[in-house]
């Protein structure tokens, strides 16, 4: 079985989900359509660059791990813990 590759569409529905999950949906709606501007600024100034440096980060290293195993080799198993801890 190869590798599967996911689509332009599930992964934008998975950050979507990731970032506004349906606990947040009364307060986004209080909030009301300024709401739309703060995701496209963050999707363009954070997600987007983010999602870029883990793709290279992942071509770089294909070892299983993602983040924990690219700080870890950067800055110790300390560091990769601390930072595989603080993402979840």
Same mark, same amino acid.
Not at 9 to 28: H, Q
Not at 60 to 71: I, S
């Given at each position: 079985?190869?590798?599967?590759? &996911? %689509? ?5 529905? *998975? ?9 947040? *949906? /009364?307060?986004?709606? &209080? #909030?009301? %359509? /300024?709401? &739309?501007?703060? #995701?496209? @600024?963050?999707? &363009? @100034?954070?997600?987007? /660059?983010? %999602? ?9 290293? /294909?070892?299983? +791990? +993602? ?7 950067? #800055? +110790? ?12």
């Amino acid at each position: 079985m190869g590798l599967k590759k &996911i %689509s332009f569409f599930a992964l934008t529905l *998975l950050i979507i989900s990731a970032v506004d999950s349906n606990r947040n *949906l /009364p307060a986004a709606a &209080i #909030f009301g %359509s /300024p709401l &739309i501007f703060f #995701f496209l @600024f963050s999707a &363009i @100034f954070f997600l987007f /660059p983010s %999602s870029l440096v883990a793709a290279e980060l992942s071509a770089a290293f /294909p070892h299983k +791990g +993602g983040v924990y195993h690219w700080v870890r080799m950067a #800055f +110790g198993e300390k560091a990769g813990m601390c930072a595989i801890w603080m993402q979840w």
